[in-house]
């Protein structure tokens, strides 16, 4: 018998989409759903064998238009929109293809944390009022931390006297968000990554 207050896997999946397609990046409760859906959310070791075999699974079997399906089904336009439209949550992709090697957009798909693109490293800073601020860490120094807002893209500048506590490093882009597609979907999804701006 099922309790009442369990999410079946059904509308735990339902839950993941709707925060990914809603550009919301929060990794204890994107955990928990991928739990509750029975979604493996273990990274793929980091080895150049693995990003091989990805690039040559792009390649091989991946479809571009397929690919601008998946990239929108999975939510990745949420915070990544290409052309002129922009989003202020993660950085703009029109001309990726241009900019990386394939290998590296392999790497900032499955692994995101680990090569953080500047002016997109996640920060929240903690007034000494309890108010906290959350956002893109733009400047830091001795004296103050300038924050970018996710949504908004508004400045703010918060004087270091006023702060409780500054946690920042890491990527907003949470890891594991590949982890529920298909091995065929993320061929397409890294295809059409591979030629987005050519």
């Known amino acids: 018998m099922q309790k009442p207050d369990a999410l079946p896997a059904s509308g735990a999946k339902i839950a993941l989409r709707a925060l990914n397609l809603l550009g919301k990046s929060d990794p204890i409760l994107s955990a928990q759903f991928m739990k509750l859906a029975g979604i493996d959310a273990a990274l793929p070791a980091y080895t150049k064998e693995t990003i091989a075999d990805l690039v040559n699974a792009a390649k091989t079997i991946g479809n571009a238009a397929e690919g601008k399906k998946v990239y929108e089904q999975a939510?990745?336009?949420?915070?990544?929109?290409?052309?002129?439209?922009?989003?202020?949550?993660?950085?703009?992709?029109?001309?990726?293809?241009?900019?990386?090697?394939v290998d590296m957009i392999v790497t900032e798909t499955i692994w995101p944390a680990l090569n953080v693109k500047?002016?997109?490293?996640?920060?929240?800073?903690?007034?000494?009022?309890?108010?906290?601020?959350?956002?893109?860490?733009?400047?830091?120094?001795?004296?103050?931390?300038?924050?970018?807002?996710?949504?908004?893209?508004?400045?703010?500048?918060?004087?270091r006297c006023a702060t409780q506590s500054i946690k920042t490093g890491g990527s907003v882009m949470p890891d594991g968000l590949t982890a529920a597609l298909s091995t065929q979907q993320l061929a397409h999804l890294l295809r059409y990554l591979f030629e987005l701006g050519k």
């Open 118 to 159: 500047e002016g997109y490293e996640a920060a929240t800073v903690t007034l000494k009022d309890g108010t906290l601020i959350s956002g893109f860490k733009q400047t830091e120094t001795a004296d103050a931390i300038a924050i970018r807002d996710m949504t908004s893209g508004t400045m703010t500048t918060i004087p």
């Open 75 to 101: 939510g990745c336009i949420a915070c990544h929109i290409p052309g002129p439209q922009q989003s202020k949550i993660g950085p703009d992709l029109s001309n990726l293809a241009r900019g990386l090697p």
